[in-house]
């Protein structure tokens, strides 16, 4: 095992940036991936996560700024002089050569003579011993990848770089491969850098997730901390689905922000707002489907006291097997969705029904009202 608190294994960009012609691909970002981490850029197609990565594999040079891997300047060596490996989505394998001999080429290549051990090793470790003299096509996506992902650690790179390694897999294999990604990267010790488009994949196996937009970094966080408190619009609706209730800010109630909007009052927490809080300012309250509880209006009077609180008809619902989805139609918010798990489904609560959205104060966010509500909402195809 690698020693994981070894700054020599950092990755450390500063001032990184790429621009081809008039067009900025990555606006200068400074970002540091630290030894024996798990880090994800995530972000849609030409996000500038992609080319970012390339720029750490050396395979794009940077516009300007550095790429640092430790105290080495590696910004002007070429790919095979950094202590790094990329592997594609392609996953790049060579038909011709058995899984063993794929996985040997690195070795072979810079003239070692005896490499079996290694292979063994490295086999193993990705749980592929048995297919060794098997070709390429003859195994699974899953475990052409982990082939592909064999052949970049044995040469003991510093950096694992992973650009959209699953892309290609049906949904329950990518799953498996997340979790198998994960195992291999603890084991292994080693700093894994992933490109992907897919915030499940990101937040299942990634320490920090940085979230990137129109090449900058949105946030920066663990799954949990961008999740819970998104600091934009964008990554609140690109990490989930989030609602947005546009009000104004009334007065101050000990640690929470009173709120006006419709005719109601709404609470926020001060540390959980990232716009300003002067009276009447503006404020877009962000609340969470799955925080939400749903009360048929003619059991409002149970609700208990403290809790946030909107009143509203339910337009739409949908049964999904673990929860039920609705959309409720409301006087400050159109469309307000909720999922409710199904433990005990009340049978009044169809299409047309007044209901009481309420959720607990903790679990709202604020941000500020002159961002786009809808930044970060994936366009259906």
């Given at each position: 095992?690698?020693?994981?608190?070894?700054?020599?294994?950092?990755?450390?960009?500063?001032?990184?940036s790429?621009?081809?012609?008039a067009?900025?691909?990555?606006?200068?970002?400074?970002?540091?991936?630290?030894?024996?981490?798990?880090?994800?850029?995530?972000?849609?197609?030409?996000?500038?996560?992609?080319?970012?990565?390339?720029?750490?594999?050396?395979?794009?040079?940077?516009?300007?700024?550095?790429?640092?891997?430790?105290?080495?300047?590696?910004?002007?060596?070429?790919?095979?002089?950094?202590?790094?490996?990329?592997?594609?989505?392609?996953?790049?394998?060579?038909?011709?050569?058995?899984?063993?001999?794929?996985?040997?080429?690195?070795l072979?290549?810079?003239?070692?003579?005896?490499?079996?051990?290694?292979?063994?090793?490295?086999?193993?470790?990705?749980?592929?011993?048995?297919?060794?003299?098997?070709?390429?096509?003859?195994?699974?996506?899953?475990?052409?990848?982990?082939?592909?992902?064999?052949?970049?650690?044995?040469?003991?790179?510093?950096?694992?770089?992973?650009d959209?390694?699953?892309?290609?897999?049906?949904?329950?294999?990518?799953?498996?491969?997340q979790?198998?990604?994960?195992?291999?990267?603890?084991?292994?010790?080693?700093?894994?850098?992933?490109?992907?488009?897919?915030?499940?994949?990101?937040?299942?196996?990634?320490?920090?997730?940085?979230?990137?937009?129109?090449?900058?970094?949105?946030?920066?966080?663990?799954?949990?901390?961008?999740?819970?408190?998104?600091?934009?619009?964008?990554?609140?609706?690109?990490?989930?689905?989030?609602?947005?209730?546009?009000?104004?800010?009334?007065?101050?109630?000990?640690?929470?922000?009173?709120?006006?909007?419709?005719?109601?009052?709404?609470?926020?927490?001060?540390?959980?707002?990232?716009?300003?809080?002067?009276?009447?300012?503006?404020?877009?309250?962000?609340?969470?489907?799955?925080?939400?509880?749903?009360?048929?209006?003619?059991?409002?009077?149970?609700?208990?006291?403290?809790?946030?609180?909107?009143?509203?008809r339910?337009?739409?619902?949908?049964?999904?097997?673990?929860?039920?989805?609705?959309?409720?139609?409301?006087?400050?918010?159109?469309?307000?969705?909720?999922?409710?798990?199904?433990?005990?489904?009340?049978?009044?609560?169809v299409?047309?029904?007044?209901?009481?959205?309420?959720?607990?104060?903790?679990?709202?966010?604020?941000?500020?009202?002159?961002?786009?509500?809808?930044?970060?909402?994936?366009?259906?195809?």
């Open positions: 095992m690698t020693n994981q608190t070894d700054p020599t294994g950092d990755v450390r960009l500063t001032g990184i790429k621009t081809y012609g067009f900025t691909a990555v606006h200068p970002l400074d970002l540091t991936v630290p030894q024996g981490s798990f880090f994800a850029l995530l972000g849609a197609s030409g996000c500038g996560k992609t080319t970012t990565l390339r720029m750490i594999a050396g395979l794009e040079e940077p516009s300007s700024g550095t790429v640092f891997l430790g105290d080495q300047d590696v910004t002007a060596l070429p790919p095979y002089k950094r202590p790094v490996n990329t592997v594609f989505q392609s996953y790049a394998l060579f038909p011709h050569l058995d899984i063993f001999e794929n996985v040997a080429f690195g072979r290549r810079r003239g070692w003579k005896s490499v079996k051990k290694q292979v063994e090793e490295m086999l193993d470790l990705v749980q592929l011993g048995e297919q060794a003299r098997k070709k390429p096509h003859q195994l699974s996506g899953g475990q052409q990848q982990r082939v592909a992902v064999a052949r970049a650690l044995i040469n003991h790179p510093k950096v694992l770089l992973l959209e390694p699953l892309g290609a897999l049906d949904l329950k294999l990518r799953r498996q491969m979790l198998e990604l994960k195992r291999i990267q603890t084991e292994v010790g080693i700093t894994f850098i992933h490109v992907t488009h897919d915030q499940e994949e990101a937040m299942t196996m990634a320490d920090t997730v940085a979230v990137m937009n129109a090449g900058r970094v949105e946030q920066l966080g663990t799954p949990a901390d961008l999740y819970e408190n998104p600091r934009t619009t964008f990554v609140a609706n690109f990490l989930g689905t989030s609602n947005f209730i546009e009000a104004e800010v009334d007065s101050k109630s000990g640690d929470d922000i009173v709120l006006k909007a419709g005719g109601g009052k709404l609470l926020l927490p001060e540390a959980r707002c990232g716009a300003p809080t002067t009276t009447g300012g503006k404020v877009l309250v962000g609340v969470r489907p799955e925080k939400i509880s749903l009360t048929h209006a003619d059991d409002a009077g149970e609700i208990p006291e403290g809790r946030n609180r909107i009143t509203g339910i337009a739409d619902s949908s049964f999904i097997g673990v929860s039920t989805q609705y959309v409720v139609d409301s006087p400050v918010c159109a469309d307000f969705e909720v999922y409710a798990q199904n433990l005990d489904r009340d049978p009044r609560l299409p047309g029904a007044e209901v009481v959205l309420h959720w607990n104060p903790a679990h709202t966010f604020g941000l500020d009202a002159t961002q786009d509500a809808d930044a970060g909402v994936e366009e259906a195809a």
